[in-house]
């Protein structure tokens, strides 16, 4: 990505016919390049336009005056916006061929096309935010549940930052005194050992405090990935439509109804959870359903949990075992649907038959996904099976919580080179020692919050937002 001296623009809502679509520009010819393509209704210098203020005109063709819209331009001057710089909206009426328009005529007149994420590289590049609350303005956008949101929401207020910063603080302070009494041993004393030691554990907390909420924070983004496997029409994607409450996957009576993955979130007691539909398993010579049940195949491998579904008016099969057999060591809830086909009384066999089938402490739930019976059970054991595998007090955690995998890293590298530290003080090593780890620590650290990222790292980073964030 070239230096910030040139201006940037693309469209910054998504493509299709839409109530409004905007076109972002920023960098210092932001006006200048408004100035040529916009007319505005009461004729005034856009060059002259206050920051934060809207106006209404005609966005034109500067070459023959032919209008492509009729537009809303906002202006917010530097440094008061998004990036830093000068930045001006248009907002264009949402089509596609409007927008197309548009941003062509904004790119003929001095601006550039935007790379994905540039606009928040530029707010980083210019201070306005730190790497880790740019990272989670991409989380945001993301976003699938209420709680993913109210995390990267956090993140971009500066929860983790400010935790990291303290940390940083506390060990600049220890390597501060450290160098003035290396470069200066006559007129500095050296720091009290306890002193040294309260400050450098002081950091490590904090760093261990935030690498436990990782595998928590990593569900708050992702959200628990639950499978729905089983054999060919025991109404799986029955029950996807039944936990969503609304009909999203295709049912039929036909056995090989599903063949794509469908997956939706949703929120099971305050969980996020991704539901993953996939095709029923059984060998077929059907080269679209065979694509579909390799598919599934794979789904299941990265699921957290799996709902293996069972027909209850055929009771448990060999094929049902041999699903089992392949699930081995995942996380497993059988759920006994279809209910309403067999009398009450047979439950309890049916529950027995999966006892000696599978596993004696293997979690049973019946349903009947067309009748919306035992559908809060199902929830219900979603949910503890969840908790079990150590997702719990999500609702304690709620500030700063680590969800992404680069972070939980750079902690994971801090700790190891504060722990380091820690050892090195206790054994009364020469003091230039710890400034090794503690500089260490300081760096891995900052490739959280960006003091130390290179640019290498930034351009990985900022490729995965879309263009015109
Ligand atoms: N009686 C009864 N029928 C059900 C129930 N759940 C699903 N069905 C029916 O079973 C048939 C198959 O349902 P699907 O949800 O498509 O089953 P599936 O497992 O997704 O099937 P494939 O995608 O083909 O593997 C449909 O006719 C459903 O209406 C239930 O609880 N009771
Ligand atoms: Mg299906």
Redesign the pocket.
């Known amino acids: 990505m070239s230096a910030t001296d040139d201006t940037i623009a693309a469209i910054a809502t998504p493509i299709g016919i839409s109530g409004i679509g905007v076109i972002r520009i920023s960098g210092p010819q932001s006006l200048d390049v408004a100035a040529k393509v916009f007319r505005a209704t009461k004729s005034a210098d856009v060059k002259t336009f206050p920051s934060h203020t809207a106006h209404h005109g005609k966005l034109v063709n500067p070459q023959t005056e032919e209008p492509i819209d009729d537009v809303v331009l906002t202006v917010f001057r530097k440094p008061k916006s998004y990036t830093g710089e000068d930045v001006v909206e248009l907002s264009c009426h949402g089509g596609i061929a409007v927008l197309k328009s548009a941003l062509n005529v904004v790119l003929e007149n001095g601006a550039r096309l935007a790379e994905p994420g540039e606009f928040t590289k530029r707010a980083f590049l210019s201070g306005k935010i730190d790497l880790a609350q740019a990272e989670s303005v991409n989380d945001l956008i993301r976003a699938k549940t209420d709680r993913a949101r109210r995390v990267a929401l956090a993140q971009l207020d500066g929860a983790l930052s400010s935790r990291v910063k303290a940390a940083q603080d506390r060990i600049l302070s220890v390597l501060a005194a450290l160098e003035a009494a290396i470069d200066f041993p006559e007129d500095v004393e050296e720091p009290h050992p306890a002193w040294l030691e309260s400050e450098i554990g002081s950091a490590r907390d904090v760093v261990a405090r935030l690498l436990q909420t990782f595998s928590t924070g990593r569900i708050y983004r992702e959200g628990v990935r639950v499978a729905?496997t089983?054999?060919?029409?025991?109404?799986?994607?029955?029950?996807?439509?039944a936990l969503l409450r609304h009909a999203r996957?295709?049912?039929?009576?036909?056995?090989?109804?599903?063949?794509d993955v469908i997956e939706e979130g949703l929120e099971i007691r305050g969980i996020p959870i991704v539901a993953i539909?996939t095709?029923?398993l059984?060998s077929t010579q059907d080269p679209v359903e065979q694509i579909g049940v390799e598919l599934a195949e794979r789904t299941l491998q990265s699921a957290d949990l799996a709902l293996l579904?069972i027909?209850?008016?055929q009771g448990v099969l060999d094929a049902d075992v041999e699903i089992m057999r392949r699930l081995r060591g995942k996380s497993v809830i059988v759920v006994i649907?279809?209910?309403?086909?067999v009398p009450s009384g047979i439950q309890s066999i049916l529950a027995e038959q999966c006892k000696q089938s599978f596993a004696k402490d293997v979690p049973v739930v019946f349903?009947?996904?067309?009748?919306g019976?035992g559908i809060e059970d199902l929830e219900n054991a979603i949910a503890s099976s969840v908790e079990s595998v150590g997702i719990s007090d999500l609702a304690a955690a709620e500030t700063a919580v680590v969800s992404n995998m680069r972070h939980q890293q750079a902690l994971r590298s801090a700790l190891h080179s504060l722990d380091q530290a820690l050892k090195t003080l206790r054994s009364r090593e020469p003091l230039d020692l710890l400034s090794v780890d503690l500089t260490a620590a300081r760096y891995a650290l900052g490739l959280i919050t960006g003091e130390t990222a290179t640019d290498d790292l930034l351009e990985r980073i900022f490729s995965e937002f879309c263009i015109g964030k």
Do not use: F, W, Y
């Open positions: 729905i089983g054999r060919v029409n025991v109404g799986k994607s029955s029950l996807l439509n996957a295709i049912v039929t009576p036909i056995p090989g109804t599903t063949r539909d095709a029923g059984r579904v027909d209850a008016s649907n279809k209910v309403d086909l349903t009947s996904a067309l009748e019976r």
